[in-house]
């Protein structure tokens, strides 16, 4: 019965992959690009120049982040669904190799980027507070998310908690809080389009969780107004 269930799939899906697989390619891309372009200054850029302290700490923050991520995937979330069709990853990870790996790696660690540029203080703190925030409060959001089911089912519990009360994705407002810290730190113009990007399909996500929970919980669910802002969306 099970292998008949499996050539099914194979049949009409197509090959599967796991998703924890798709996440973790999906975060290599810009473990790899970031580090890559920001020690091959000298022979992609032609200068002699060392990197400037933003260069630095924006290679930093965002190995971090994406560090966090592959640890999350790791040890932290359990899926719903345990595979999707292997042809769609190359779709998932275009956003995070091309958009958050190779076009904002690129334009970051240039010799003529605003990250080349003397820091202004009072920014570059402000942004590394609000990335230390934005990745704690995510971090904290996903634990709650992992508790709510049980290892080895698909259940669910009602998502409670502060920030629970306040959207339905808690998580991606503290995702977005730490990119905004990122981008305060090296202002370019490709982080500020991915950032925008990201919060467009994030919003997209939260609606339609809000939705789900909605259905899925009926009166137990107190509904949200606000899906990932609290008193903006």
Request: overall charge positive; charged content about 15%; glycine content about 6%.
């Amino acid at each position: 019965m099970l292998y008949c269930l499996f050539i099914s799939n194979i049949l009409f899906l197509g090959p599967q992959i796991a998703w924890r697989t798709v996440f973790i390619v999906e975060y290599l891309g810009p473990l790899l690009f970031h580090p890559l372009l920001y020690y091959f200054r000298p022979i992609i850029y032609k200068t002699s120049e060392a990197p400037s302290e933003l260069q630095t700490l924006s290679l930093i923050l965002i190995s971090l982040h994406f560090i966090k991520r592959e640890y999350e995937t790791l040890f932290v979330h359990r899926f719903s669904l345990a595979t999707m069709p292997a042809r769609n990853i190359f779709k998932n990870s275009a956003h995070y190799w091309l958009f958050a790996g190779l076009n904002i790696a690129y334009w970051t660690y240039a010799p003529g980027a605003p990250t080349a540029q003397w820091p202004n203080p009072l920014i570059k703190y402000a942004g590394i507070a609000l990335f230390i925030v934005g990745e704690l409060g995510n971090f904290s959001t996903h634990l709650t998310l992992r508790n709510l089911r049980r290892p080895g089912s698909t259940d669910r519990g009602v998502p409670d908690g502060a920030s629970f009360k306040l959207v339905t994705c808690p998580n991606y407002m503290f995702e977005t809080i730490a990119w905004v810290g990122i981008w305060m730190v090296n202002w370019s113009l490709s982080t500020a389009v991915f950032l925008v990007l990201a919060v467009v399909q994030m919003s997209l996500w939260a609606r339609k969780k809000e939705m789900k929970y909605r259905k899925e919980f009926g009166d137990r669910y107190k509904r949200k107004r606000f899906f990932i802002f609290p008193g903006v969306y």
